[in-house]
């Protein structure tokens, strides 16, 4: 069963860090791209950032350019998130995605997610 | 910066048909923005319905299509179903990075 598992949410006081990991299990990893995404609870997706199978080409979104660094390792079968100089508005769910390598989507599947709160 | 916009909400009687949109404002949203679109129901991950503008998942009711239309992207639901109220968000590639729509709210009534 392909399936992808975050962990690493947790409660973490502005300006602080934290490392998200999503699990990956059921296929071949290095045939994806690795996305993650966000969502404040009742609020929309935003886009946060996208690796390559081979981790050589990284985006990120202009909202968290400069805080977060996406890695992957391939032997785990894990990508990770680490987030830098939290702030108040990174509060949000973060859910890992895959995209297989060379196309456009599907964006399939999603992680269960993991809360992040920010707050003091 | 890009911002993508959605109808923020459509209301639609069991059986009628109804076009989602989604909107660049860098210009008309063409093949190469690559548009998906996802369907997210309360207390769950969002699921992808349709990639590359017109791809669907295998388990995507041939009722959902995926298209471009008037500059923007769209998602036409043909035989709207009870199950089908949801949020859906549309996410276009604007050349260096992904960005999503508002997300637009289905409410079958």
């Known amino acids: 069963e392909v399936q992808l598992v975050e962990s690493g949410g947790g409660l973490i006081q502005p300006g602080g860090s934290l490392r998200l990991s999503c699990a990956a299990s059921g296929f071949t990893f290095t045939d994806f791209w690795m996305h993650w995404v966000r969502q404040v609870p009742g609020k929309g997706l935003v886009w946060v950032s996208r690796i390559n199978p081979d981790g050589t080409r990284i985006t990120y979104a202009d909202s968290v350019k400069g805080r977060f660094t996406i890695s992957r390792d391939n032997a785990k079968n894990t990508v990770y998130l680490q987030m830098n100089s939290l702030r108040a508005e990174d509060t949000a769910v973060y859910y890992c995605a895959r995209v297989p390598n060379g196309g456009w989507g599907p964006f399939d599947p999603w992680g269960q997610g993991t809360l992040v709160t920010v707050s003091s | 910066q890009t911002v993508v916009t959605q109808e923020p909400s459509l209301t639609v009687p069991p059986g009628g048909t109804v076009t989602l949109t989604c909107a660049s404002n860098t210009g008309a949203v063409t093949s190469d923005y690559h548009p998906n679109w996802f369907q997210q129901k309360p207390g769950e991950a969002p699921r992808a319905l349709i990639y590359n503008t017109n791809n669907k998942q295998s388990w995507t009711p041939a009722r959902f299509s995926g298209s471009l239309l008037g500059g923007k992207a769209a998602l036409t639901v043909s035989g709207v179903q009870p199950e089908d109220e949801a949020e859906y968000y549309c996410?276009?590639?604007?050349?260096?990075?992904?960005?999503f729509g508002g997300g637009a709210k289905l409410t079958v009534l």
């Open positions: 996410l276009l590639f604007d050349g260096a990075a992904w960005v």
